[in-house]
């Protein structure tokens, strides 16, 4: 179980604080680890930065994992991402996770002077070798990087970004987990999990879920939509369903059941909470976050004593 953390809207100084207090209060609830996930120009509500970003949290949380997830690989040359993942990876032994995503946001591959209509065909390209190289089996003089080398005893845990059967099927193929779109349907994800699970695949299959805790937090909701919509290709807000992506419970234990619910219908087996929307005050992130450790303790435990999972 994790939990997604964005910036809030303020001065950077301000942001890395309220964020870093969030993920030392996350793992003191019960979470296994956080992600931090990349657009540029100040895009409402991320960072553009994750990796770096990720040492931040990982330098103030007592345990748990951070994981730069996703990345939008086409912004880099691949060797560069896998040098800043694998140190990361070095500086924090066994609390170093990452995911990749081609993009979909035009200004982000502006900023990189990437051509936007390559990143599909630079993505495909680039993670079979990201992947090995995070496994310790870069080729070239990439081999020669120390971190690099030592991600052959322990290798990076990594997903790839996945709405389609040719994403999953992708991901299975080179041992992968996969994490899915935030407003995908649920029956939409089932065929991409059964994809997946056909395909051979054995990595983790994670279900991103929005919760709150004693009722929603009003027009924010529809904000945050808006800014997917800003960007989103029309195929993919086609497989969206907002109404089953949003966890809305009295308490802990009911949002538990609505999550296990959620996942036994999707095929999926770890879960990714978001509490943050554009527009939310930090002070009611953190009141949210509060309510969360009998949500994280009874989820948990029903995940161990199911047979699925265990």
């Known amino acids: 179980m994790s939990l997604r953390l964005y910036p809030h809207d303020g001065p950077a100084a301000e942001q890395l604080d309220e964020v870093r207090f969030l993920a030392r209060r996350a793992v003191q609830v019960g979470y296994d680890g956080i992600m931090v996930s990349e657009h540029h120009a100040g895009f409402p509500g991320y960072f553009p930065n994750p990796q770096q970003m990720a040492g931040f949290l990982l330098a103030a949380m007592p345990a748990g994992w951070a994981a730069p997830c996703p990345l939008l690989l086409p912004m880099k040359p691949y060797a560069l991402v896998a040098e800043e993942v694998a140190w990361l990876a070095a500086a924090f032994p066994g609390r170093v996770g990452a995911g990749f995503a081609s993009g979909a946001l035009p200004v982000d591959f502006e900023l990189a002077e990437v051509p936007f209509d390559e990143i599909g065909p630079r993505f495909k390209e680039a993670l079979p070798k ?26 990076v845990p ?29 029956d939409h994800v089932r065929e991409l999990s059964d994809a997946y699970d056909e395909a051979g695949g054995t990595g983790p ?3 991103i879920r929005r919760v709150w805790i004693g009722g929603p937090p009003g027009e924010a909701v529809d904000n945050q939509l808006g800014l997917y919509r800003s960007y989103a290709a029309q195929g993919t807000m086609a497989r969206w369903d ?29 879960i990714n909470i978001r509490i943050h929307v554009v527009g939310l005050s930090p002070a009611y992130i953190r009141e949210q ?9 009874r989820l948990k435990r029903m995940l161990a004593h199911s047979p699925r999972f265990s």
Not at 242 to 270: F, P, R, S
Not at 289 to 297: A, I, R, S
């Open 242 to 270: 907002q109404g089953a992506n949003i966890v809305l419970a009295a308490d802990g234990a009911e949002a538990a059941e609505q999550l296990w619910t959620a996942m036994e219908a999707t095929g999926t087996d770890t």
């Open 289 to 297: 976050l509060d309510l969360h450790g009998e949500l994280v303790e």
């Open 130 to 155: 990201l992947v090995a190289a995070l496994r310790g089996e870069a080729g070239g003089s990439l081999a020669d990087d120390r971190a690099i080398a030592a991600c052959a005893d322990h290798p």
């Open 205 to 207: 299959k994670i279900l």
């Open 158 to 186: 990594m997903v790839a970004a996945a709405q389609s059967k040719t994403a999953v099927r992708r991901a299975a193929s080179l041992d992968l987990g996969i994490l899915y779109d935030s407003l995908q349907a649920v």
